[in-house]
């Protein structure tokens, strides 16, 4: 493989026939040199068929594994493939893929970082349009999240993130199944390894449903809080700090 | 203990017994599943028979009516093989993740290994059209 890329985008979709091609061709605009793979999870319309037309590679699940397993995959193509870096954008439309730049320029600045977040609440006046409820629960995550590590985290359910090859490597072998975002947080956390935040703006979902119905959202801020906790008392192999590659260490699955 | 509740005990636990040895005779399921189903039936059958057992089991966490003690019995191997199933599914859960995962992954090698044979063939297809028609339609789906 000598002129691939050093980036793969990767976008986890299941049933978003009506926004992933526009995120690809919006990636692919913006981004010529990133490699881009959709993570079909199982979806029932043509998601996989516009994904591939619009110039992805696709993988599709033979079934729905959930957000997690999708993210997951790309993780696991990501370390196959020996990728650097990988973004993680969402197929639903809500991310701006013309900001990966923000991410990545923010890893370049700080190559001691593993993960880059995009926090859609870091600037006044975001106006990120959501209901009151759902935007409670996650400043209330985010209150307590950033209690757990030690560092402000301001959007943990955030799904537009950069890894590099430690945060694939670690999400390869170990990625939370139901709220993976927040939970990812406190792994990266546990593993020593070291993330921060940068604004960027999310826009509303273009269509699809969401995984976090709204109306739902009280008993939604209940799991993840039991996800945040049951999180914390899950026993994970904690790595020396300054070791070079600790997740590395073992491969596979 | 009542001869009424004893001999329904005998015989229920007993029947148990004859159907999970039935069970893993016609190998309807793993013997590490079976194990944890065998040591209760025999259990209950022992309790059930030995009364004097059931009895001083009664006394000792003081359960004033034996039969009751052979509830509880019960029910503490009831919610054991519920954590052991609840086990078994987690796990199986996360095989089955994996399994997709990776074919997902493999079906996606496999066709972009078989694309570029469309061009090749393409071109072979000025020799013979025949069989390069047939791998064209072959690959292109």
Partial sequence: MANRSSHLVVVPAYNE????????????????????????????DRTGQIARRAGATVVRHPFNLGIGGAVQTGFLYALDQDYDYMVQVDGDG?????????????????????????????????????PISRRTGIHIFAFILSRLVGQRVSDPTSGFRLYNRRGIALFARDYPHDYPEVEAVLMVHFHRLRMREVPVRMLQRGGGVSSIRSGKS?????????AIFIGLARARPVPEPGEAAPVAATHGI | MELKIQVLAIVASGALLFVVLELVRRKAFLERYALLWLLSALVMLTLSVWSGGLEALAEVIGIAY??????????????????HFSLAVSKLSDQTKLLAQR???????QSKLEQPQVHSE????????????????????
């Fill in chain 1, 17 to 44: 026939a009506e926004t992933v091609g526009h995120v690809i061709d919006s990636v692919r605009e913006h981004y010529p040199h990133f490699d881009v793979l959709v993570v079909d999870d199982g979806s029932t």
């Fill in chain 1, 94 to 130: 809500q991310h701006c893929p013309e900001e990966i730049g923000k991410l990545t320029s923010a890893m370049g600045a700080e190559p001691t970082l593993d993960m880059v977040c995009g926090s859609r609440f870091m600037t006044k006046g975001h106006g990120y349009p959501a």
């Fill in chain 1, 218 to 226: 009280l008993y939604y801020m209940i799991k993840v809080l039991l």
């Fill in chain 2, 66 to 83: 034996p039969p009751n003690a052979l509830f509880l019995v019960a029910f503490g191997f009831v919610l054991v093989l519920l954590l």
């Fill in chain 2, 103 to 109: 074919l997902a992954m493999l079906e996606q090698r």
């Fill in chain 2, 122 to 141: 393409g071109e072979k297809e000025l020799e013979g059209v025949g069989s390069g028609a047939r791998r064209g339609r072959f690959t292109s789906s």
